[in-house]
């Protein structure tokens, strides 16, 4: 008994999250479904799977590691976020939602800038040399993936700036009508998953640029 009272109880609210975050998860999923077949060609230069399947499914195989690697680092940050929060407490921060928040909001941040720094890094570290000739091989031998492979690296790139200030914002700026309201939550769910989107594009872009710069 003593222990049980001890715990704090579960949150009624994060009971309720599963219809946002699975509203949340399906939208993720089809955008990502539909961007890997608009850029199909692409995918199939990464060669992901071989030796697993079929060289015309390469871009299936490279779909599924794009939308594992999206809800991967979704669930990394839930269990990051929960462990943060846990260790806060440890050292003498109240269990609060404010604690909560700190919590969530440091580990958003490493998720976001983290990852996207090391392939940048990766990147100019494996291949210090120009990108003459990239942009017309692309156009010559994958037309139809130019547009992601050049036009939407950025994008995606910048995206995460104002999908930070949305999860962020709402986070922060609401308080406590976050937890009650099912909208904002699939909102905020939004906001998270399409960053971990975005990096797990980010990381696809990059590794075919360096497959085909090798």
Request: charged content about 10%; cysteine-free; proline content about 4%.
């Amino acid at each position: 008994m003593g222990i049980e009272a001890e715990r704090a109880p579960w949150p009624d609210w994060l009971g309720r999250l599963w219809i946002p975050v699975g509203i949340a998860a399906a939208v993720i999923t089809v955008a990502g479904v539909l961007v890997v077949m608009a850029s199909r060609s692409a995918w199939l230069l990464l060669g992901a799977g071989r030796g697993l399947v079929p060289e015309a499914y390469y871009h299936v195989w490279g779909m599924l590691i794009m939308l594992g690697t999206t809800f991967g680092q979704a669930a990394g940050w839930a269990g990051g976020s929960a462990f943060g929060y846990y260790v806060m407490t440890l050292v003498g921060l109240r269990a609060t939602w404010t604690t909560a928040r700190v919590a969530m909001s440091l580990v958003y941040i490493g998720l976001a800038a983290v990852p996207l720094s090391a392939y940048h890094t990766y990147d100019r570290w494996l291949l210090g040399i120009p990108r003459l000739g990239l942009e017309e091989w692309i156009a010559a031998n994958v037309p139809d993936s130019r547009w992601f492979l050049l036009t939407t690296h950025e994008v995606v790139d910048y995206s995460l700036i104002p999908l930070g200030v949305v999860f962020l914002g709402l986070l922060w700026g609401l308080g406590e009508r976050l937890k009650r309201d099912p909208v904002l939550q699939t909102v905020a769910a939004l906001a998270l998953l399409g960053t971990s989107l975005a990096l797990a594009l980010s990381l696809g872009i990059h590794s075919i640029l360096i497959h085909i710069r090798l």
